[in-house]
């Protein structure tokens, strides 16, 4: 995505923004969201994945997340995968690393851009969801998503998690764990990684210990020539 | 005539008797206490209740006593801690008698979370 797109749609944001509001001097069409301190605008959550500390063949992060969301763990193309571990070499050198992957929580999701019922959306403290009661199951944002992080629920389920409804017929992914988030925790693959390779936290506080090191360590966002400003960096690549 | 007439008046004279044994669902209301509201505001309001809280929570991230986790809490049964195991649970009683239709419980669970957490660690 070039910032000419960005920018194109931003001005076409602000301009549909200035004919509505003003339905009439002070009074607004559509209030801006308030609600969970959380949840209006001044936090941004992210992570800080470390490759050098995240070990080959560990799979703790997976299994929590798993446990976490109810998955069932399989990895098969009709099986739902929120994170994945992934091994990756260079051909070049011959050095290897091991990370995982999920949804990277874009600022400018492609998603986002081309769901047809505005079930993707991003909420103000930047976690990419979906809104799985106005998702239809057309998949669009699986083919759009550039990290492949999305999934398809292909069979009808029970005994979900009170805290984690799934269902056939949506599509789902990484939600960082936000029911966890919204009472003050963290993901649950952060919370589960014993080589400590998931810093999870807000990137807008610069007292927050993600913020204080990506200031000092060199990191980078996967993919990064989309523009899509992701909210999970990865350092020691 | 008279007999179509007389045919009809006992037809619905047997229908409102009929209805008359059954015309309140008796349902398993869980646990007991006070409801988020009074009982009469929330048998007219609590689908709109519910698709409200739901935007709020999934769109802004608002967490509220209001929340169908809650609802569950509260209302499900203490013989299975479930509202829509069997025909007289919560959520089903009144929708089986009013041909209401809901697809909630297709992802949402119909558990007590206190006891699938309790269930899960078991395992």
Known sequence: MSDINLQRRNFLKTAAGAAMVSVAPGMLLFDVAHGNPNAVGKVRWGMLIDAESCKPGCNDCVSACNKENGLSGGTAPTDSQWIRKIEIKDVSTGREVSLPMMCQHCEHPPCVDVCPTGASFKRVDGIVLVDKHRCIGCRYCMMACPYKARSFVHEPLSDQNPDVPRGKGTVESCTLCVHRIDQGGQPACAEACTNKAILFGDLNDPNSEISKKIHEVASIQLRADLGLNTGIRFQGL | ?123
């Open chain 2, 1 to 123: 005539m008279k007999i179509l007439v007389s045919l009809l008046l006992s037809l619905c004279l047997s229908v409102t008797s009929w209805a008359g044994e059954s015309a309140v669902p008796k349902l398993d209301m869980g646990k007991g206490g006070q409801c988020v509201k009074d009982t009469q505001w929330m048998r007219k309001n609590h689908m709109h209740m519910l698709k409200h809280q739901r935007d709020e929570t999934v769109r802004k991230g608002i967490r509220g006593e209001n929340s169908l986790k809650n609802c569950i809490e509260c209302h499900a049964s203490l013989k299975d801690d479930s509202v829509i195991a069997r025909e007289d649970s919560f959520c089903v009683g009144c929708h089986r008698y009013e041909a209401v239709k809901i697809d909630c419980f297709e992802c949402h669970s119909g558990k007590r979370k206190s006891a699938w957490l309790q269930q899960r660690n078991a395992k």
